[in-house]
């Protein structure tokens, strides 16, 4: 048996933020919600492929020291697609891990950009090739591995 990547859930404080920064930031498509006071979601997607689902049922932001989610990545068409969310997310004042696109290791041709959401967890764009030339942060490590 084959298993894929269905769909994320990502628990988080706020969601009216959350939904404000992945829907109007990054893109996603808003496909269902609930309102109940206890019961707070976002359904968000590509079309109507659900990709990401946002509940409001974290008490406090994402915490790296703890076991869980690692890294949420997103892979995009191109680099001019990554650099244009840079752009974007830099507008609505993102905190970025590093500076501009980078690879994912030395001499790589993939790479993308490493930031973080309102909550704190850790995302990154990125794509398969592209990168070729861009600084990589760590000489031995996976990029994406230690940010």
């Not at 969601?15 to 498509?29: K, T």
């Not at 905190?95 to 309102?118: Q, R, T």
Request: glycine share 12%.
């Amino acid at each position: 048996m084959t298993l894929r990547t269905g769909h994320l859930g990502l628990n988080v404080t706020d969601l009216d933020r959350s939904l404000a920064f992945y829907r109007d930031v990054l893109g996603f498509a808003l496909l269902a919600e609930g309102k109940e006071e206890d019961r707070r979601y976002a359904f968000l997607g590509d079309g109507d492929t659900l990709v990401l689902t946002l509940w409001q049922q974290a008490a406090a932001p994402y915490d790296e020291s703890r076991a869980g989610l690692h890294h949420l990545a997103f892979q995009a068409d191109s680099v001019e697609r990554v650099r244009a969310y840079e752009t974007a997310l830099r507008e609505y004042g993102v905190e970025f891990a590093y500076d501009g696109v980078v690879a994912h290791a030395e001499g790589a041709g993939s790479g993308g950009i490493f930031f973080f959401d309102p909550d704190g967890t850790r995302l990154e764009i990125s794509v398969p090739s592209g990168a070729e030339g861009a600084p990589a942060p760590h000489e031995s490590a996976p990029t994406c591995g230690f940010f």
